[in-house]
């Protein structure tokens, strides 16, 4: 079955067809929800919520740019809800960005996993804008906006992202050569 029949068999709601679907994006969505999640647990949900939306609201999806791209984007949206519920009644966390230096920066050899993994501790708030901003290419105005926040605020938590990742980066023991 092609993009178009499968789409269209959904909007029917063919549980084959959704089946099909969920099979054939639920790698490349749960690999977007982990960018946005702290853990896999989360991710999994995530994901999970994600198809609901997704076949709850197909019929709204017009053949209209890319279907990944719709997809994506509730994946993306559902952990920007999550994130905005979580952060009603915390406060910013307190790091102490004194501590982070300007040290030139040297090669490290750090995995895609221990990237992700570095990615996945930052703080929250740090995380969404990070993933937003430096990910997924969007401008401090439009994550301002996505997030409910200031575009200093976007700003300002994306700087302390890259100091906090540039830290833990630094932190890592360099290979040594033999």
């Keep these: 079955m092609n993009q178009l029949e499968l789409i269209k068999a959904c909007k029917q709601k063919d549980r084959i067809a959704q089946k099909e679907l969920f099979q054939r994006h639920k790698d490349s969505l749960y690999l977007l929800s982990l960018k946005y999640c702290r853990n896999t647990k989360e991710a999994e949900d995530n994901l999970h919520d994600a198809f609901i939306t997704i076949f709850q609201t197909i019929q709204k999806y017009n053949g209209k740019g890319s279907f990944e791209g719709w997809m994506k984007r509730i994946t993306i949206n559902k952990a920007i809800d ?3 519920h979580q952060i009603k009644n915390n406060a910013e966390p307190d790091i102490n960005l004194e501590s982070l230096n300007d040290q030139p920066e040297a090669w490290i050899d750090i995995t895609l996993d221990e ?7 930052l703080p929250d708030q740090y995380r ?12 401090h105005k439009e994550v301002a906006k996505m997030l ?23 932190q890592k023991p360099i290979p040594k050569s033999n």
Excluded: C, P, W
Excluded at 115 to 121: F, S
Excluded at 129 to 138: A, C, K, S, T
Excluded at 161 to 170: C, F, H, T, V
């Design 82 to 84: 999550k994130f905005k």
């Design 115 to 121: 990237l992700l993994a570095l990615i996945q501790n």
């Design 128 to 139: 969404m804008v990070f993933n937003l901003y430096q990910l997924d290419g969007y401008s």
């Design 148 to 170: 409910g926040i200031s575009e200093n605020t976007s700003k300002s938590n994306y700087h302390r992202a890259k100091n906090i990742l540039r830290k833990e980066i630094m």
